[in-house]
């Protein structure tokens, strides 16, 4: 995630009182960690669920927690808002939800609200039944409609023994929002589709042929494009990561999997950008029961195996063949000759952008956090991105390609 987009930016953190406050303390800390200065707000009923002391020692600041305390906090709750880069208030309760709806000013919380002028992230926490009643969905549409980023709440078991909708999302979601409410939306309205991870290309029902890819760097960019506003697909091979919020997520195996899945994608589609590692070749003949070992010849002579493989379909140049107005970037994997491979295939396979990087280095690669790519640009531009984590690279990546939108 990035996280990095928190350093040194001012959040007021409101905290109202639902039973779920106690999370905003993780929300604090993942805030305070990731570099911001936090300031906290609490409601008169938040404060009978966590303590101020807690909120003032992990924020490193004073607490408000009213308009009519002499504290330093309550004093300048004003100037608070006109410093704020952004507001999160979790957990927000249907009191909260309607008192901002309508422009209420009836505590410090939501007389501070109404001199913001920063994103506001609402997290609505409470009953199922709550919830679902339709003054408080009336009253959700209102601050949505005003430009507030509310997050949806979780779904289980919740404090008043009821099941559904209601929970307070995990502080690492709310976080994950945060961000998106932070970042500039220049790809608002595009349809981005991005591949990643390995294929896996069947021998027998138990066996297979495929490759080192983690899939990091494919996640890192579709995530970062839907922070960006885009409506993002994510074809994706196997891979062990958590899915990124929000977006279309199409599962395959295969080489022949991801390519039907790309090019039904691909009219639609403005950015293309293929980060899968897609296997070159796939048994010529899978087996459809398990291949049996051989007894074990007597002597020094060893049994062997001879597996055939055939060529999948090059799904980048095809989408290239194709391509009408779509942007089409891939991505180089190299041992040798890295600018001289890239460029090579940028023709081949008609691309716009080519992100070329040499495997086997420290610092870079398959299943590294970490990538370091040279970008090859269609109209002759070279940009060099040193090392650094995947979600960097992505958004460096995503940088050069939204400036070449038209
Ligand atoms: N690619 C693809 N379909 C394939 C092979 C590759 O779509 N069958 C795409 C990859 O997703 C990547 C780009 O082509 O965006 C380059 O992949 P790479 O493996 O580096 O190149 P290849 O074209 O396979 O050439 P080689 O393996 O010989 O380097």
Same mark, same amino acid.
């Given at each position: 995630?990035?996280?990095?987009?928190?350093?040194?930016?001012?959040?007021?953190?409101?905290?109202?009182?639902? +039973?779920? *406050?106690?999370?905003?303390?993780?929300?604090?800390?993942?805030?305070?960690?990731?570099?911001?200065?936090?300031?906290?707000?609490?409601?008169?009923?938040?404060?009978?669920?966590?303590?101020?002391?807690?909120?003032?020692?992990?924020?490193?600041?004073?607490?408000?927690?009213?308009?009519?305390?002499?504290?330093? *906090?309550?004093?300048?709750?004003?100037?608070?808002?006109?410093?704020?880069?952004?507001?999160?208030?979790?957990?927000?309760?249907?009191?909260?939800?309607?008192?901002?709806?309508?422009?209420?000013?009836?505590?410090?919380?939501?007389?501070?609200?109404?001199?913001?002028?920063?994103?506001?992230? %609402?997290?609505?926490?409470?009953?199922?039944?709550?919830? #679902?009643?339709?003054?408080?969905?009336?009253?959700?549409? +209102?601050?949505?409609?005003?430009?507030?980023?509310?997050?949806?709440?979780?779904?289980?078991?919740?404090?008043?023994?009821?099941?559904?909708?209601?929970?307070?999302?995990?502080?690492?979601?709310?976080?994950?929002?945060?961000?998106?409410?932070?970042?500039?939306?220049?790809?608002?309205?595009?349809?981005?589709?991005?591949?990643?991870?390995?294929?896996?290309?069947?021998?027998?029902?138990?066996?297979?042929?495929?490759?080192?890819?983690?899939?990091?760097?494919?996640?890192?960019?579709?995530?970062?494009?839907?922070?960006?506003?885009?409506?993002?697909?994510?074809?994706?091979?196997?891979?062990?990561?958590?899915?990124?919020?929000?977006?279309?997520? %199409?599962?395959?195996?295969?080489?022949?999997?991801? *390519?039907?899945?790309?090019?039904?994608?691909?009219?639609?589609?403005?950015? %293309?950008?293929?980060?899968?590692?897609?296997?070159?070749?796939?048994?010529?003949?899978?087996?459809?029961?398990?291949?049996?070992?051989?007894?074990?010849?007597?002597?020094?002579?060893?049994?062997?195996?001879?597996?055939?493989?055939?060529?999948?379909?090059?799904?980048?140049?095809?989408?290239?063949?194709?391509?009408?107005?779509?942007?089409?970037?891939?991505?180089?994997?190299?041992?040798?000759?890295?600018?001289?491979?890239?460029?090579?295939?940028?023709?081949?396979?008609?691309?716009?952008?080519?992100?070329?990087?040499?495997?086997?280095?420290?610092?870079?690669?398959?299943?590294?956090?970490?990538?370091?790519?040279?970008?090859?640009?269609?109209?002759?531009?070279?940009?060099?991105?040193?090392?650094? #984590?995947? #979600?960097?690279?992505?958004?460096?990546?995503?940088?050069?390609?939204?400036?070449?939108?038209?």
């Amino acid at each position: 995630m990035q996280t990095m987009m928190l350093k040194n930016k001012n959040i007021i953190l409101g905290v109202c009182g639902g +039973i779920a *406050a106690y999370k905003a303390v993780e929300l604090l800390r993942l805030m305070t960690k990731a570099g911001a200065n936090v300031r906290v707000v609490m409601t008169q009923s938040a404060l009978e669920f966590v303590g101020e002391t807690t909120f003032r020692v992990l924020s490193e600041n004073e607490v408000c927690t009213g308009l009519f305390n002499t504290n330093e *906090a309550s004093v300048r709750h004003i100037e608070w808002a006109s410093e704020a880069d952004a507001v999160v208030i979790a957990p927000a309760t249907a009191n909260f939800v309607a008192n901002m709806a309508h422009g209420m000013a009836n505590d410090a919380l939501t007389t501070m609200l109404l001199a913001v002028t920063c994103p506001v992230v %609402v997290c609505p926490s409470m009953n199922t039944h709550m919830y #679902e009643n339709l003054a408080l969905q009336r009253n959700i549409d +209102i601050i949505e409609g005003d430009g507030a980023f509310v997050v949806e709440p979780g779904s289980g078991e919740l404090a008043c023994k009821t099941t559904g909708a209601g929970r307070l999302p995990e502080p690492e979601l709310i976080l994950d929002r945060l961000v998106a409410a932070l970042t500039r939306k220049d790809l608002k309205g595009k349809k981005v589709l991005v591949t990643a991870g390995p294929t896996r290309e069947a021998i027998d029902p138990v066996r297979y042929v495929s490759n080192h890819s983690s899939g990091k760097m494919g996640y890192a960019i579709a995530a970062a494009a839907e922070k960006r506003g885009g409506a993002v697909t994510l074809v994706t091979g196997p891979v062990n990561l958590e899915p990124p919020f929000a977006i279309e997520i %199409v599962k395959v195996e295969s080489a022949l999997e991801m *390519a039907d899945a790309v090019l039904a994608h691909l009219d639609e589609s403005d950015v %293309v950008i293929k980060v899968a590692a897609v296997a070159d070749y796939r048994p010529q003949d899978p087996k459809t029961s398990k291949i049996k070992k051989k007894d074990q010849a007597p002597g020094p002579k060893q049994n062997s195996l001879t597996l055939e493989l055939v060529e999948n379909p090059d799904i980048l140049r095809l989408a290239g063949e194709k391509k009408r107005h779509q942007f089409l970037a891939g991505f180089a994997a190299e041992t040798d000759d890295l600018e001289a491979n890239a460029l090579l295939k940028m023709e081949k396979k008609n691309l716009d952008m080519i992100a070329a990087n040499l495997v086997g280095v420290e610092g870079s690669g398959f299943g590294s956090d970490y990538n370091k790519v040279k970008l090859f640009f269609r109209d002759g531009t070279v940009r060099d991105i040193p090392s650094m #984590e995947k #979600e960097r690279v992505a958004d460096a990546l995503l940088d050069e390609i939204a400036t070449r939108l038209t």
